[in-house]
């Protein structure tokens, strides 16, 4: 009987030992892929700058995550908070914000209608919906700066038919932003949000009129329950690269109105601070994280709810 039980816990650890033995190859590639590159950000953000950028080796110092929130003053050394950072993360914030909250309200009734479709006739939708993903981020941010400029579609419609008298100036402003955004990154809320409806039993919708609900309550205590999933789904992916968006605000923002990735890269550019810009960096991936898990926790519930 003991023989038995030793050869059987033998045979457990070998076997245990060839599955991470399998497993070596993915993990190495991993930690060289991504936690590798992490780590070395995670270092340098404790580092000293050096003088023409970089950092100096092997010199730690906080200046880097102090220069986060904070701003020492050059003559007489008195700390203050670095209003041009505070700016920036409000600004960053609030444009993700709108930006998933404009992607929504656009997002629910265009999954809303395709849920609604015959279902040969579906997949031509999702297929105009995911169209922009087959072109460059950077074309479809030109592409909205031709439609918002001065002379674009949109000024000169209006233009011609009278309603305005000059061209209303959008391009490099921070609604510039938010439409570039909300354009680039609708498909990631409309298709969590059909993956959704597609599930949603029509016939409970029928019911709540057979009751003598209206519309709006219809919507409100039917069909949004159901889809509030794909709402949180939708949300953080649209809400987590808009925080961080980089190419659109440096195209339709002109450079004056930075974002979080704008401010990144001033750092590792021209600022030559490469301990703050590795801050920063940190700090935009613990937002990120802060993003995802609340979802893990939203999306554990919502399966225990249901299960």
Do not use: C
């Not at 007489?76 to 505070?86: A, I, K, N």
């Not at 003598?212 to 039917?222: C, E, I, K, N």
Request: no cysteine; glycine share 8%.
């Amino acid at each position: 009987m003991g023989q038995a039980a030793d050869f059987e816990n033998a045979a457990r650890r070998r076997d245990i030992a060839n599955r991470w033995l399998l497993s070596a190859p993915t993990l190495l590639i991993i930690f060289v892929a991504a936690i590798g590159p992490l780590f070395i950000v995670l270092v340098y953000s404790f580092m000293v700058k050096g003088d023409y950028g970089d950092v100096k080796p092997w010199q730690f110092s906080f200046d880097g995550w102090f220069g986060v929130l904070f701003q020492r003053d050059i003559f007489d050394d008195t700390v203050t908070w670095s209003d041009t950072h505070l700016r920036i993360f409000g600004r960053s914030a609030v444009l993700a914000l709108l930006t998933t909250l404009t992607t929504f309200v656009v997002g629910f009734p265009t999954a809303y209608f395709i849920a609604t479709r015959p279902e040969k006739s579906r997949d031509i939708w999702l297929f105009l919906v995911t169209i922009p993903f087959w072109t460059n981020l950077l074309i479809r941010t030109y592409a909205v700066m031709e439609v918002i400029r001065n002379e674009g579609l949109f000024n000169t419609l209006l233009l011609s038919l009278g309603i305005i008298d000059a061209p209303i100036q959008l391009m490099f402003t921070n609604t510039a932003i938010m439409i570039g955004m909300t354009y680039v990154y609708l498909p990631l809320m409309v298709l969590p949000l059909y993956a959704s409806m597609e599930k949603i039993d029509f016939r409970l919708v029928e019911a709540g009129y057979d009751l003598y609900a209206t519309r709006l309550q219809v919507l409100w205590r039917v069909i949004v329950p159901l889809v509030k999933p794909g709402i949180i789904a939708g949300s953080i992916l649209v809400f987590i690269p808009a925080l961080g968006a980089y190419v659109t605000p440096r195209v339709l923002g002109g450079g004056k109105n930075l974002m979080l990735g704008n401010l990144i890269d001033l750092q590792f550019g021209q600022g030559r601070n490469w301990p703050l810009g590795a801050a920063l960096s940190i700090t935009l991936m613990a937002i990120v994280m802060v993003a995802l898990l609340f979802y893990a926790r939203t999306a554990s519930k919502q399966g225990g709810a249901h299960g």
